[in-house]
């Protein structure tokens, strides 16, 4: 791993993987490798089928993470911090969110920032005693950038997020969990997040994922793709879509019987 840079690892365990942010020194703080490394992630699960479930955990004691390193982005034009930094946290994040299998969060210290706006983009978190979230950029004169006033208001009140966002305000795990943030407040947060996940991986991967489908369709992450993904998986496992397929091959006119 490369101190400065820090590193997200993905390992694959049967039918439960994990991707683990390295970058303890700096408190997890993700970096632009560290991106690069996720959204690389992302994309390998998309195309593992034996992959059920993911937990998203990180190393080490003092956070899960803090943010967007500052020294990642503190030196940039407002152009390239505007189209640039926010924009790649956004294609990530969003990748990370839509997922087809379901994904756990190990919250194991401090969410701030960018790192609670990585957790908001999984579908279950599970919190620390000692782990807090919050929305601090205001403190240094930004602010959040990575889907924190958008996909945080489907998970959290509005007046909680305005807390955050406007007062600084810290919520800790049993009010997190109060909330409906946090799914569960364990002293094992990887541990239990791990567990849940060999629970998830037991199940119908398709109708995990059809569930998941429909629950962001009407929450409104993704709305468009999820509805027509609906509704192209229903039409796919039609007699009437390998007829049409069939006929289109052998240059004749369909025959479809409405199977």
Known sequence: ??????????????????????????????????????????AALEAERGVRALVLSAEGERAFCTGADIAAWGALSAEEFARGWVRMGHRVFDRLARLPLPTVAAIQGPAFGGGLELAAACDIRVMGPAARIALPEAGVGIVPGWSGTQRLLRLLPEGVVKEMALFGRRIDAARAAAL???????????????????????????????????????????????????????????????????????KRRARFGGD
């Open 1 to 42: 791993m490369d101190a400065v840079s820090g590193a997200a690892h993905l390992e694959i365990r049967g039918p439960v993987a994990e991707i683990r942010l390295d970058h303890p020194a700096k408190l997890n703080a993700l970096t632009v490798p560290m991106l690069e490394a996720l959204e690389s992630h992302c």
């Open 180 to 250: 409906g943030f946090a799914a569960e407040v364990a002293e094992d947060p990887r541990a239990r997040a791990i567990e849940i996940a060999e629970g998830m991986s037991a199940l119908s991967p398709r109708a995990v994922e059809a569930a998941k489908w429909m629950i962001h369709a009407a929450a409104g992450e993704d709305r468009a793709a999820s509805v027509e993904a609906l509704g192209a998986a229903a039409m796919g496992a039609t007699a009437d879509r390998e007829e049409g397929v069939r006929a289109f091959l052998e």
